[in-house]
């Protein structure tokens, strides 16, 4: 349980860069999405009840500052989470590169799909998607910018809420 404590405590961490990313970036009309990021770094780190309870802990909290109804982000996040679970065996994720590519994979199905969910709230759906696709391409640049950085944070924090630590990860 500590484990998936530790592990949603980062998944909000990255979360709240995000809101203020995204509030530094509201003047230029673009807006940063890393919920695939967030739901394929917890396949690497615990087993599937942990990761569960995380990735759905972590839709909550997307879904307190989002537009959508409330468990929408939860729900997605679930279901793109046991959709790998199902694709583990399959996935390259004992490699770096294979992580990021999955993350990427995973944004890219989670924000079309919140693009369909929300384009109801668009008075002409048509003229929305250049601004949808320089988003995702955005999204999708930055979290190929920063996966290595969180994949370290998330394992640099379970090494470090280990029992006995050794003097060397505080160097």
């Known amino acids: 349980m500590l484990k998936s404590f530790i592990i949603f405590l980062t998944l909000l961490g990255l979360e709240l860069i995000c809101v203020e990313l995204n509030q530094a970036l509201s003047a230029y009309h673009i807006y940063v999405f890393t919920g695939g990021l967030l739901v394929s770094s917890v396949i690497f ?41 199902q694709l583990q065996d399959r996935l390259p994720y004992d490699y ?47 979290i190929s910018l920063i996966a290595l950085w969180f994949f370290a944070l998330q394992k640099r924090s379970l090494i470090l809420t280990s029992k006995k630590v050794d003097r060397i990860y505080f160097n």
């Open 45 to 85: 780190n615990l087993t599937f009840r942990q990761g569960l309870i995380a990735v759905f802990a972590a839709g909550l909290s997307y879904d307190a500052h989002a537009s959508v109804y409330f468990g929408t982000h939860a729900l997605l996040f679930t279901a793109v989470y046991v959709l790998l679970i």
């Open 96 to 142: 770096t590169v294979g992580r990021v590519i999955i993350a990427l994979i995973c944004n890219l199905i989670l924000f079309i799909a919140l693009t369909f969910i929300r384009i109801d709230l668009v008075p002409e759906p048509s003229s929305m998607w250049p601004r949808v696709g320089m988003d995702i391409l955005i999204s999708q640049l930055f």
